[in-house]
């Protein structure tokens, strides 16, 4: 009899705990919630009159450097509505604004009864403080569906699981510093690049992008400014396993390198794309800094005769094996030369038989910092030969501007490279923001036959001298 006592004490007072619903009071509703405003909004500080959080972060974890999990528990009380099974799914579903959405957490939970015909649906606090806090629609459903005016509280226990990034990163991290944690996804790999301030605590940082990304086995960050010659740059792994090699699919075709060793961006995938879309069956490509195929391989993809050329060895190993990975091999041949030796080598000697044919001739040239300075190569390459100007290649070749009129200055650096002035056949198209007051430029054009063909004599070395008049261009274009 006593124990049988025991028990029922103790299921009263789990029961008691669990559920608040006949003791907690809209008063102490509205001061927990009062005492969750004081967290911030990911990235950004905020004032306690600002949007609440559910979570109030338990102040010990802050300056934690080895992450410890257990340390974020929290119970918070929670209103909930009780609503008979009958009519739960319609319920939630009126509801969708109104209910707690956090991950992992469910929005239904069984009632303190834990009768088999109702159960509860947890509410977010911040929306509901009282019944009045529902809107017109949500108030209709609920009375048409037979749910009682009365709200419950429930006592949740949130788990680091429950957190989102910012959360935990910003109850770590000093006070008031920006806890911003973007990142770069390429397979398997995030890829950082975090500041100074937020350095001591990287390896936590990168275990907390681990855990709240799916897919994420290696967190690394960039310990150095790009690399001049091959674009790559040194890293650092944070957190998860120490492989480098990642396999991504970028508008549906599959590509496998070493992301420590080569040049890949996933905010390039749109200019690859409209690059590509402006190659046809049977069309002849040279992409003069092919990296590990982005444009290369697409095209040869759609049937064109690509030749592809990257100085760095291990872009050209990975190439190569893109190629075997895409079956294009006997579409694309690989070169690893300087770019100005693939325009004087092979280049030039597909280029004189092309000329002649009807099929397009693509030359891209995508290494923003210097493509540019590469356009020289171009000048008398065919001078000993006869002029033919029927099917003259069209050049897209990239460049970085600090400049406020960088549409204007693109042409203007091509025309001093070339040593002739682009003004016919000419479009300038804006690639994307690569930082504040910097772009990347994308400028096409007909390669003249008065480079290509001019003598050597008359060649004059790319000057510094500023910028010609806005060239007439046919088009400016925007893109993401
Ligand atoms: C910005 S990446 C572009 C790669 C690829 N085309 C893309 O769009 O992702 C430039 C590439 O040029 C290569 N490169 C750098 N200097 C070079 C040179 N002098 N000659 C040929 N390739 C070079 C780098 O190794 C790198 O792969």
């Known amino acids: 009899m006593t124990q049988y006592k025991h028990v029922w004490k103790r299921r ?8 608040f619903a006949s003791v907690q009071s809209q008063t102490n509703l509205k001061a927990a919630h009062r005492s969750l405003c004081s967290a911030a909004c990911p990235g950004i500080t905020v004032k306690s009159t600002m949007e609440p959080k559910l979570y109030r972060t338990p102040p010990e974890v802050r300056g934690m450097t080895s992450l410890d999990k257990e340390a974020f528990a929290q119970t918070i009380t929670v209103p909930a509505l009780q609503v008979p099974t009958v009519v739960l799914n319609k319920v939630v579903k009126s509801l969708k604004k109104s209910t707690i959405q956090r991950p992992g957490v469910p929005r239904v939970v069984q009632d303190k009864e834990e009768s088999s015909d109702l159960r509860l649906v947890l509410l977010d606090p911040h929306r ?29 226990k949130l788990t680091y699981d429950n957190l989102k990034t910012e ?38 940082i990168g ?39 990642a396999k991504v699919k970028e508008n549906g075709v599959s590509f496998e390198f070493d992301f420590s060793r080569v040049y890949w961006n996933p905010r390039l995938s749109t200019e690859h794309q409209r690059v590509v879309q402006l190659v046809k069956r049977g069309d002849t490509v040279f992409d003069v800094f092919a990296g590990v195929g982005p444009f290369a391989i697409p095209a040869a993809r759609l ?28 579409k694309v041949r690989t070169f690893n030369l300087d770019g100005r030796a693939f325009i004087k080598g092979p280049l030039k000697q597909e280029l004189l038989a092309l000329l002649k044919g009807k099929a397009n001739i693509h030359v891209v040239m995508n290494l923003p910092a210097l493509a540019l300075d590469f356009l020289d ?43 002739f002035a682009l003004e016919k056949g000419c479009s300038v ?50 893109s993401t």
Not at 459 to 465: A, C, R, V
């Open 207 to 245: 275990q907390v992008i681990m855990d709240k990304n799916p897919g994420v086995t290696c967190v690394v960050n960039k310990t150095s400014i790009i690399d001049s010659t091959f674009r790559n740059f040194k890293m650092e792994v944070l957190a998860g396993e120490e492989n480098m090699v």
């Open 167 to 204: 959360e935990v990163l910003e109850a770590v991290l000093p006070e008031g510093q920006d806890v911003t944690s973007g990142f770069s996804r390429v397979g398997h790999i995030a890829h950082m690049n975090l500041r100074e301030h937020q350095l001591p605590y990287r390896n936590l």
């Open 429 to 478: 198209h804006f690639v994307r923001n690569v930082a504040p007051n910097k772009d990347m430029m994308c400028v096409r054009f007909t390669l003249p036959k008065e480079v290509l063909y001019c003598s050597d004599d008359n060649y004059t070395e790319p000057s510094e001298e500023p910028a010609p008049k806005r060239q007439k261009c046919e088009e400016t274009t925007h």
């Open 377 to 419: 190569a171009f000048r008398g390459l065919l001078h000993q030969e006869p002029p033919c100007e029927e099917n003259l290649p069209t050049v897209h070749c990239y460049g970085f501007f600090k400049d406020n009129n960088p549409d204007t200055e693109v042409v203007g650096r091509a025309s001093r490279s070339l040593g």
């Open 303 to 330: 049937g064109a005769n690509v030749l592809a050329n990257d100085l760095n060895p291990e872009s050209y190993r990975w190439l190569q094996h893109n190629c075997k990975l895409n079956k294009v091999e006997s």
């Open 128 to 156: 509901v403080s009282s019944f009045s806090s529902f809107n017109e629609a949500e108030t209709e459903a609920l009375r048409a569906f037979g749910v009682a005016e009365e709200l419950h509280y429930y006592e949740l």
């Open 12 to 19: 009263m007072l789990r029961r008691f705990v669990r559920i």
